[in-house]
């Protein structure tokens, strides 16, 4: 594995994309970035990459650019007379409400869908973006890119409703009702909150399990800045998935998973 992948926090296959890239199959190398990063044309433009820090080529001379790479491949995508839009899997007949639309409710979302989950987002805002809309100057991350990613997932059969907050335990018991599970995606909690909405408390948040990202309400999920400090939204955008990846185990009957970093061993 090579060691710009194990230090992406989404694990994505770069030295794949790069091949095809040098190939010319720019359709591919887009596949290869959606099948695990649900916002690449945003994180082309804010993510530290923390995946050239660990670049081989780095000790020669250079890292290469990987960020601007998929940065190149998901506007080159956006520009596209039809941008590439994921096919998800068969449907399942599982639902999800996913609360909060920042970079982590979103790549979860797009993970369901994929995974052939109905799908429904619930915001606060009147926008889907989150801290990505109101926290990052326009002028790094132009609102109109954050549009058409949130377009894209939309594309795929999510639903989405807006200037809607998750304030009481009534609430979240109307969504275990309509909903087979739910995932707060919710940025960071008070006490208060976590009373009124009967979840345990973690060190910086909602309580989880540990690797499975299941809350202390049956059915009830949590990720991102809910439950710990999250100030990388590639990071953030990762926990998305993961979570995703935990609600698709429970929703097919399976215990999820816990996330582990695989065993890697290497030779200098």
Known sequence: VGPCQRACPAQMDIP????QMVDGDWQGATA?????????????????????????????????AICLLKR????????????????????????????????????????????GHACTIFEGRAALGGAMRHAIAPDRLPPAVIDQEVATIIAMGVTCHTDWQLETSAQLDDLLARFDAVALAVGPVDSGWLTRLGLTAGRHGIHVDHGIYQT???????????????????????????????????????????????FSSSVG
């Not at 794949?16 to 091949?19: A, C, D």
């Not at 506007?75 to 998800?88: G, K, M, N, Q, Y």
């Open 72 to 115: 190149a491949v998901a506007d080159a995508d956006l520009a596209a007379a039809t941008p590439h839009v994921p096919d998800p899997a068969p449907p399942t007949g599982k639902s999800v409400a996913v609360v909060g639309a920042g970079p982590t409710g979103l790549a979860a979302a797009y993970h369901l869908r994929l995974g």
């Open 16 to 19: 794949r994309m790069l091949r």
């Open 216 to 262: 202390s309400r049956p059915q009830v999920f949590a990720a991102g800045a809910a439950i710990a400090v999250c100030r990388m939204a590639a990071r953030a955008v990762a926990d998305g998935k993961r979570m995703a990846a935990a609600i698709d185990a429970a929703l097919h009957g399976h215990a999820p998973e816990p996330f582990r970093h695989r």
């Open 32 to 64: 290869t970035v959606k099948q695990d990063i649900a916002l690449p044309a945003i994180l082309g433009r804010i993510c530290p990459a923390p995946c050239e820090k660990a670049c081989r080529r780095g000790h020669a001379d250079t890292p290469l």
